[in-house]
C-alpha cells in the first residue's frame, strides 16, 4: 500500500492508546502478516481502555498530536469483563466535551480491533493518518501552548521562534 | 416587556425567613442538631453570606432572599471538615442546592440521616450583575432559575413557603447552549478560548463546586502533572475541560461556578452540556435519587458506541 | 502650571504613544466586563467602570516566565529572561485605589532581595492616574485613608471636567517628562473637577485595628468569619496590593519553563510543606493571616497596609465576605 | 360504590358487523353500557377497519384503515371501546406496528392524510368491565343472576392475540370472560377449546374446514356440560350460531347450543329487557335455555 | 540521572532490514539519562542476553529498553534476564520495533525515525518504572464445595483424594443431587443410582471430607486462599451424631402423606424421613411443616421409639465459620415448571398446556422417577390420574428452552438425549405402548450419543414428529395432544395417555442470592458466568472460586463429571503453594488522599474494592478511605481512570509512566 515513500508536506503526529489484549495484539498480527501502514503512529500500551484516563487524550493534544486513536477489545471480549464498557461512556462524555470545547473530533477516533483484526488496525491507523494528514497539524493546541497572558509577554526571540515553529 | 405583574413578589421570602428562623430555633434548642447552616444579611444592603449558627439565639440572623445565592451544600462536605466536625447539622436547602445534597449521598459523602434538612421553596435569585434593589424580575433573576423545576424541594425534613404563580421568564442559558452548538467547531474554540484566557485560576470555580471535594485536586499535583497549574492559556484550557469531565454525570446544576467566577466565565454551559449529553445517552439525571452509581461507574452493554469504528 | 487635555486628546496621546512602540495599558472592554489590558489605539480605552482586575498586572504579571530550560546529551541548557527586554509601559486611566498600591508593593520587592523582574517592570512603567467619581457600597478607599482623588503612585494625575476632558496635574518627574513629550496634546487651564465618588464606609481607626490584631492572634472572630470562606483565590487574585507568587517548573524533562505566577494564601495548599504538615491547616488560619498580613504585618515591616479599600475582594467572594465588614467590626471592638 | 353518572365515558367503535349481522352484539352493548352508567359516544364517520381480509392483501391499507379510524376517534372524549374482537385487534395491531416503524406510519399518515394517535388507549369491552367499571361494581348492579346457567366462554383467536399485542389477559390461558360473566352470577366450564379458531378466515372459502373447527369447539363445550356458549366476536358468533345446523348434520350430533354475546348475557342480568337484546335474530333459540333457567 | 541501557535488536534481518539499527542505538545514546546503547543480531538468543546481563554490571545500569519484537514475544525473556542481573524484573521494558515498525513499513528512513521514537518513549517511560516486588498472598488449603449432586461430589472427592480438606455443604438433607433421581442414563443405559451412590458413600466415609447436609452458605466473606464462610445448619430435630440410621423412627411416625418431593410427589413420606433409602448421610429429618408434633405438639411417637435418643425437637440452627482458601459451586440446576407463570420472572408460561391442571402431563424428571426401580411404582410405568399403563406416550421436547417467546433462548442440552432414553425405557417396561416424540431439531453431539438416538427410532420405534405442540387438553381420560408436524405439512392430533414434557433446565432458585454472597456474576438467566467462555470455563472472575456442573449452564453427567474435575484440578493448583504469588500489577490507593467517594468500588469489575477505616490509637474512626485487595485485583486500572484525584494508581501503569510516554511526543 505504502511501498514508495510519498512526498507528504506534513506528516501528522498519531497517538494510539491501545488495550494490552485485543488491540495491542491486533497490531501485532498486522506485523506478523507484513500489512503496511503508514509510520506515523506511536502506541501506548495499557492493561485495558478501562485504565485510559480521558486526561491522557487531552494530553497527546496539548504535547502535539495532531490525531488521537483509542482502540480495545470488542464489547463483551474484555480480559477484565468490563473495562472497555466503563470505557465505553466515559469516552462517549469525553468526546462530547471535546465537540463543545470546539476540538475537531475528526482528529479523535475510538475503535474496537481484536487480536485477531490485524487487517482492522491497519485500516484504522490507515484511515486516521490519512484524515489528520488532509486536515492538517493540530493547530489549536499548538497555538495555546505558546501564548501568554499580556502582562507576561516579552518579545523575546525565543518565543517568537516557538511561535513561527508551528507547523 | 416588564411590569409589576412580572416580578416576584418578596412577600414570599419574608415568609419563608419567619419559618426558617423558627425551625432553626426549634432545632438547635431541642439539640437535635448542633449547627444550623443557613444565609445571614451582608453588611451591603440586598447582599446575603452562608452563616452557620450554632446558638439558637442567632436563629433570628437567618434570611432567606434573592440573594441567598450560595448552595450550602459545601460546606457539608469533605473540603469543610471544621463544619463537618460539629456534629449533626441542619441545612437550609433550595431545591436546586437539595441536589447537590442527594448527589453527595450518592458519594458516600453525606448520610441522610446525619443530616437535618430544611427545604425552602425558592422563586429564583438574583443575578450575577442584577441591581440588588429591585425585586425579582426578568432583568435581574440569575440564568439557573430561569429554567428552575424544582422551585419546592423534596424529601426533606421539613419544606417551608409556600410556591405562588412565577411570572414566565426567558430561559437564557439553554438559548446560549443552543447558539453554541449552532457554531462549527472553530467557532466554538475560539469562543472558549477568550473566555478561558481570562481564568486567573483563582480556582473559585473549583472551591464553591459541592462536588470537588477531593483532599487533593488532579490538577494540583505535580508528579506527574496532568495541568498546568500557572494561568496561560494553555493550562487554563486543560483545567476547564478536566473541571468539566469530572463533574460530568455528577454536577447537579447549582451553577455556583459559574456565580463565583470573578472573569464571568460561562462554566454552567459546559455542566449543562454533559448533563444534557449524559442524559441522553444514558437517561441520567443528576440529583434526584442517591443512586448507587452515576452514569459514568455503570454500564449497560447495548450502550450506545455509534462513534466507534 | 495646570493642564487639560480633551477626550479627544487623550486617546490621541494613547494612538502617538502606542505607534512610539510603547506599550499601553489601560481600561478596555473585555467581554462583560472591563479590565486593564494592552490598548491597541484611543479608541479602546474605556473609562465607565472599574475594571474587574487591578492594574498591578502592569508590573506583577499573572504569569511570567523567569527562564526556560532544554535538555541534551551534554547537560541542561538554561536561558534566562532578561529583564531588560521588558516593554516601556505607560500605564493609563487607573484609579487611585490601584495606583497608591504600587509604591505600597515596591517595599516588598525592593526590600532585602531586589526583584528585578518586578522593579524593572516598576521603572518602565508611567502611570497616568484617574480621579473617581463613581462609587458603588463595595468602595472604601476613604475608611483606609485613601482618597478619590489621591495621586499617591501616580506619574501624572487626571480629574474628570464638568465639561467633558481633564485636568492633568503632574506629580512627578517620570510625568513631566511624558507630558513634554507630547506637550502639544495638553492645554493650559484647570476647569471644574466632576464631584467626587463617595464611599459611604466611615473612616476606620487603622492604629487601633493594628492594636487589636496585635493582641488577638487567638479570637473566635476568625473562625465566625472564615468558616464559611470556601478558600478560592478571587479576592487576592483581583486584590491591587496582594503580591504572593508561585515558582512551578512546566514541562517535561526535556525541556520547559519556570514560571512565576500569583498565589493566594486563602489556598489550602498555599502553606502545605513537603512533608505533608500544614501549618495554617483550617481556612479560619488563613483568613486570618490575610487580615493580618496586610493591617499588621506589612505595617509592622513596610509602614504601611496592604488594602486601598477598592472593594474588589468584596464585589469577587463568592461567599460574601466582606473586608470593610470585618475592619468596621474590629473598629468597633 | 356504584360509579356516579358519566363517571367512566368511552368513545365506541361498533364496527361493521354491528351494525349488520351482530346488530344485537351492538344493541346489549349499548343497554348494559346505559345500564351500568358508563357513556359511549360513537366514533362519527368510522370506517370498516379491514378485518379480516385487508391484511393480507395490502399491508399499507390495513394499516391504514384504522389509523384513519384512530385519527377520527381521537376527536372524541375517552379511551375507546371496541366490541368486535376482530376490529380490536386490528386497532392494537397497528398501534402496535406503527409505534416501532417510523417508516411506515409515515407512509400512513401521509395516506390518511392526518396524525395517527397511536396513544389513545383502545380498550376491549371485557377489559372495561373487568378493569375499569370493575367486577364487584358489576355484581353489585345484577339484578337478575344468571344462576344455573353453564356457560362456555369462547375467546376465539383474536382476544388476546397475538402475544405482547393486545395485553388483556394471560395469551394462552386467560380468565377475563369467566371473571366478568361470573360476576353476573353465571357459573362457567372448565373446558379444551377455548381459545382455538373458529375457522372464520375460511367461512365462505372452505366452510369444510370451519365445520370442523367449529365443530370441535361445540364439542367440547358439550362435552363440559354447558348450556350455552358466550362469545365476544362477530365472526366466531357467525360461525358457532349461523352453522350449527350445518355442525350438527355434519358430525351427527345434536347440540343446542345457544351462543350469546357476552353483553346480551349481562345485560340479561343487569336488568335491560330481554326484548331489547335481539334474542329473536340468534339462530339457535336461546329462549328455552332461558326460560328454563327462569331468566326471561 | 537515570542510567538506562538500550538494547537494539537485529532480529536477524527482520528488524535491520528496514530499520537502520545502529543509527537507533546511536539515537538512544543520546537520549539524557541513557548509560549504555548497543545493537545486537538477537537480543534473544543467549548471547544476547549475556551481552545485556553483562552491560547491567558493567554501566551499573538502572532500567533497560530491549528495542526487539512485541513484548508478548519476548518481556519475559529480558525481564528474567534482568532479574538475573541483579536488577528489579520491572524496570525492564521492550520497545516493539518490529511488529510495530521494522514489519509494517518499508521505506527504511520512515521506519528507523519511527524506531527511534519508539525507543525514545520507553526510556521516558522506564525512567518513571518502580521496582514492583510479586504479590503473595497466604493460602487456607482447604476447600469449600457447594453443591452436593454429581458435580459437588465429583470435587470434592477429587480434592479429598489430593490429600486437601474439603467442606461440602448440601442443601437437602442427603447428597445426590440429581443424579439419584435418575433411573438410567443416557447412552448406555446403565442405572444411575448404582453408579452414584458408592460415591456418595464414598464422600460420607472420606476423612478429608466434611459434609454438612440440610445446610445453606449464609455468608462469605475474604479473598482467594483466604476465604470465611458461615455455613447455616439449619434443625434437622435429629443429633447426628446419635442416630444410627437404624429408621424406626420413620416407620412409627404416624403421619404418612406427607407428599414425597424426591419422588416428584407421586408417592408419600412420613414426616421424618430419609428422602430415598440410600440417602448420605442416613440420618433422618423431621419435616416441621408437617410434623403433628410441630403442628399441635400431639405427638412423639419418634422420640419414644428412638433408641439412642437422638430426637431433639427443640434443635436450633446452627452458625459454622469455616475458613477455606478456595471455593467450588456446583449448586445445579432444576427443572423449569409449566404449572405456574413464575412472579417476576422473564418466562411467560405455558397457558396453552393448561399450566400444570392436567395430571397426566409430567415433566422428564417426573418420568425417571416412575421408570426408576426404586422409584414409587417400583419402576412400573403408570400414568399419575389412574394409576393405568399408558398405551400412547407423547413427550413433548424444548418446552421452554429455546422459546424466545417465553423467555428462555437458550437449548437445555441434555432433553434430545434423555427424551430418546425415555421413549426406549418406555418401550422396555410397556412393550405394546407407542411413543411419539414432538422435536424442533435433535441435537446429539457426543460420544456414542447420535448412534442412541437412531436407536429409539430404529429399533425402539419411536415416532418423531418435527414439529411444535400448540395445546393439550383434556378429552375424557386422555389427553389430546395438537401439534403440527412440519416436514409432511399437516396438523397432528394425537390422543394420548400420557404426556412428559421435557422442561427447559433451569439454575437452582436462588442461584442470584448465592452468587451475591459470592461475588460472582450471572447471566440474565442466573447461570453463573464463567471467566472466559473459552479459555477459563471454571474460573470465576473472582479469584478463588471455581464452577462445576449445570450451575453454569446446562450440561450432562459426563460434561459435569469433567467440569467438576476440572474444578478440582483448578483447586489444586492453587493448593500447590503455600502462598499464591501474583503479578505484581494492582491498584493501590494513596490513603492520605483518598476521600473515599467509591468510584473505584463502583467500577471494579472484581469487587476488589472494600471500604477501610483509618482509625487512630484509641480506636476513633478518623476517616473511611477505599482499599484495594492485592489479592483481588484483576489490574485493569478502570479504578484511577475513574478516580477524581488519582487516589488510586495501577503499578505498572502509573499516571506518570503513561505521561511521561506521551510527552515525548
Known sequence: MHAHKENHDFEPKIIAFVCTWCTYAGADLAGTSRMQYPANTRVVKFPCTGRIDPVFILRAFQKGADGVLVSGCHPGDCHYMAGNFHARRRFAAFRALLDFIGVDLQRLQFSWVSAAEGGKWVEVATELTERVRALGPMREFKELEAEEQWSGVIDTPELQEAYNNIP | MTNSAQTIDPALYAAVTDAVRAEARKVLESGAVAAVVGWQAGRRAGTAMPTIVTDPAKAADLIFSPACVNNLALYLTKAKKEVRGKGKIAIVAKGCDLKALVGLMGENQLKREELHIIGVVCAGVQGAAADRSLPLSEATIAGKCRECTVHTPENTDVTVGTLTELPHFTPTESAELARLEAMTPAERWSFWKEHFSRCIRCYACRQVCPFCYCEQCLCDRNRPQAVETTPRPAGNMAWHIVRAMHLAGRCAGCAECERACPMDIPLNLLNRKMARELKELYGHEAGFKPKEKGPLAEYREDDDQSFIK | MPKTITEQNLRLLIDTLVKEGTRVVGPRAAGTMTLYEPLATGEELHLGELPRRSAKEAFFPLCETILTYEKDKEGVKVSDIDPARFPETVLIGARPCDVAAAPVLDAVFSWDFKDEFFLERRRKTTIIGLACTKADDACFCTAVGLSPSDTKGSDLFLTPLKDGGYRCDVVTEKGEALLSAHAGLFADGTGEPLPLAEPTLGKLDLEKIRNWLDSHFEDPLWEEIAQRCAGCGACAFLCPACHCFDIVDEGGEQKGARRKSWDACGFGKFTGHASGHNPRDVQPQRYRNRIMHKFKYYHDKFGQRLCTGCGRCIRACPVGIDIAAVLEEINNK | MTPAKNLLTYSYYPGCSLHASAKEYDESTRGLFKALKIGLQEVPDWLCCGATPAHNVDELLSLSLCAKNLALADGVEGDLAVACAACFSRLKVTQHHLADNDAKRTQVEYAIDGKVNLAKPVKHLLEILAKDFGLDNLAAAVHKPLSGLKVACYYGCLLTRPPDVPQLDCVEAPTIMERVIAAAGAETVDWSHRMECCGANFTLSRPGVVLKLSGDILQSAKRAGAHCLMVACPLCHGNLDIRQKEIEEATGERFDMPVFYMTQLLALAVGVSPSKLGFDSMIVNPLPLLREKGLV | MSRIGVFVCHCGENISRTVDVEKVAAEAARIPGVAYATDYKYMCSDPGQGLLKKAVAEHKLDGIVVAACSPRMHEKTFRNAAKSAGLNPFLCEMANIREHCSWVHEDREEATEKASAIVEMMVARVKKDRKLVPITVPVTKRALVIGGGIAGIQAALDIADAGHRVVLVEREPSI??????????????????????????????????????????????????????????????????????????????????????????????????????????????????????????????????????????????????????????????????????????????????????????????????????????????????????????????????????????????????????????????????????????????????????????????????????????????????????????????????????????????????????????????????????KLKPVECATAGIYLAGACQGPKDIPDTVSQASAAAAKVMTLFARDELEREPIVAKVNERNCVACLYCKKVCPYGAVEEKEIRDRQGNLIRVVAYVNPGVCGGCGTCQASCPSKSVELDGYTDEQIMAMIETL
Not at chain 5, 444411575?192 to 466473606?221: F, G, R, W
Not at chain 5, 416436514?487 to 452468587?515: C, F, K, M, N, Y
Request: hydrophobic residues 35%; contains cysteine.
Open chain 5, 176 to 533: 445426590g443431587g440429581h443424579m439419584a433421581q435418575l433411573s438410567e442414563t443416557f447412552p448406555t443405559l446403565d442405572c444411575s443410582q448404582c453408579i452414584m451412590t458408592p460415591k456418595m458413600v464414598d464422600v460420607a466415609n472420606h476423612p478429608n471430607i466434611t459434609l454438612h447436609t440440610y445446610s445453606e452458605i449464609e455468608a462469605v466473606e475474604g479473598y482467594i486462599g483466604n476465604f470465611q464462610i458461615t455455613v447455616r445448619k439449619k434443625a434437622r430435630s435429629v443429633i447426628e451424631e446419635k442416630c444410627t440410621g437404624c429408621g424406626v423412627c420413620s416407620a412409627k411416625c404416624p403421619q404418612k402423606k406427607i407428599p414425597n418431593t424426591f419422588d416428584k410427589n407421586l408417592g408419600f413420606r412420613p414426616a421424618i424421613y430419609v428422602p430415598f433409602p440410600q440417602a448420605v448421610p442416613n440420618t433422618p429429618v423431621i419435616d416441621r411443616e408437617h410434623c403433628t408434633r410441630f403442628i399441635n405438639g400431639k405427638c412423639g411417637v419418634c422420640q419414644k421409639v428412638c433408641g439412642p435418643g437422638a430426637i431433639d425437637y427443640e434443635q436450633e440452627d446452627r452458625l459454622i465459620v469455616e475458613p477455606v482458601g478456595a471455593i467450588v459451586v456446583a449448586t445445579g440446576f432444576e427443572l423449569y415448571s409449566i404449572s405456574e407463570k413464575p412472579k417476576g420472572s422473564p418466562i411467560k408460561g405455558y397457558g396453552e398446556f393448561g399450566h400444570g391442571t392436567i395430571p397426566d402431563v409430567i415433566d422428564g424428571l417426573t418420568f425417571e422417577r416412575l421408570a426408576s426401580a426404586s422409584g414409587p411404582t417400583g419402576g412400573k410405568i403408570i400414568r399419575p390420574s389412574d394409576g393405568k399403563e399408558p398405551k400412547q406416550v407423547v413427550f413433548v421436547q424444548c418446552v421452554g428452552s429455546r422459546a424466545r417467546e417465553k423467555g428462555i433462548s437458550y437449548c437445555s442440552k441434555i432433553c434430545c438425549m434423555y427424551t430418546a432414553k425415555h421413549t426406549m425405557l418406555y418401550k422396555h417396561k410397556v412393550h405394546d405402548g407407542q411413543a411419539y416424540v414432538f422435536f424442533m431439531d435433535a441435537r446429539t453431539p457426543g460420544k456414542s450419543y447420535d448412534e442412541f438416538w437412531r436407536r429409539a427410532i430404529e429399533e425402539e420405534e419411536a415416532v418423531y414428529i418435527r414439529g411444535m405442540v400448540s395445546r393439550l387438553y383434556q378429552k375424557g381420560d386422555k389427553v389430546v395432544v395438537m401439534g403440527s408436524d412440519v416436514h409432511v405439512g399437516v396438523q397432528v392430533e394425537i390422543e394420548a395417555d400420557l404426556v412428559v414434557l421435557a422442561t427447559a433446565v433451569q439454575p437452582r432458585a436462588g442461584a442470584d442470592t448465592l452468587a451475591q454472597k459470592l461475588g460472582i456474576s450471572y447471566d440474565s438467566y442466573h447461570f453463573y458466568s464463567e471467566a472466559h467462555a
